[in-house]
Every structure is written in C-alpha cells, then in structure tokens.
C-alpha cells in the first residue's frame, strides 16, 4: 500500500530553519505530484507549496514564498521542505501529499494520498 512518512518537524525559535522530509513508499513516486500542506490548531489545511513531476516547476504560497523551498529527490522517493526565516504563525502540522494531477495543485481534493503529519512549533 501507498505509504508517506513525514520527518524533521520539531520546536524552532522564530528566525531559525528546519528542514522537512517525506519518504513515499508503494507507488510510482515520479509520476506523481507532490505538496506540502498545513494545519494549524483551529483553522483547515492550507496549501503551502507543490512540485512537479520531475521538479522542474514549483508553486508557493505567498505566506511562505521566498522562505520555504520544496525540492525532490525521485531516485530516492523522496520530497523535502526547506524552511527559512520562521514565524510563530508558522506553527502547525505539516503534511506531505502526493497527486496524479498536474494541475489545480494548490487544493487538496487533488492529492490522492496524505502522511500522518509532522508538528513544527515555532516560538517567538
């Protein structure tokens, strides 16, 4: 079966980087899109960023354009989140999601399947 496994999520002072990993296991990891979304306590997911196929295309949130970076490793079925400049509002879990869409990519009724999710608290 289609496995997603979050790691690196942790507590970051307001400034600081963590680096976000998601591990794919039972499927074709390079036929598929991947994002990252989040939730925050109280509030639905959002869209936090997407790439593509081979990762020659990526999309970003303006909450999070020009500090966060999504890339992808397909020899290791792998896609990452490199966080920057962090912010307290941007504490929530993070979840990995992989689509066969290449399109409509910011909205997660076109992932076909999640992880469980990593906590990153960011303290101000």
């Known amino acids: 079966q289609v496995q997603l496994v979050e790691s690196g999520g942790g507590l970051v002072q307001a400034g600081g980087s963590l680096r976000l990993s998601c591990a794919a296991s039972g499927l074709t990891f390079s036929s598929y899109s991947m994002g990252w979304f989040r939730q925050a306590p109280g509030k639905e997911r959002e869209f936090v960023a997407t790439?593509?196929?081979?990762?020659?295309?990526?999309v970003y949130a303006d909450s999070v354009n020009g500090r966060f970076t999504i890339s992808r490793d397909n020899a290791k079925n792998t896609v990452f989140l490199q966080m920057n400049s962090l912010k307290p509002e941007d504490t929530a879990v993070y979840y990995c999601a992989a689509s066969p869409k290449i399109s409509r990519l910011a909205y997660a009724s076109s992932y076909d399947y999640w992880g469980q999710g990593t906590q990153v608290t960011v303290s101000s």
């Open positions: 790439i593509s196929r081979i990762g020659g295309s990526t």
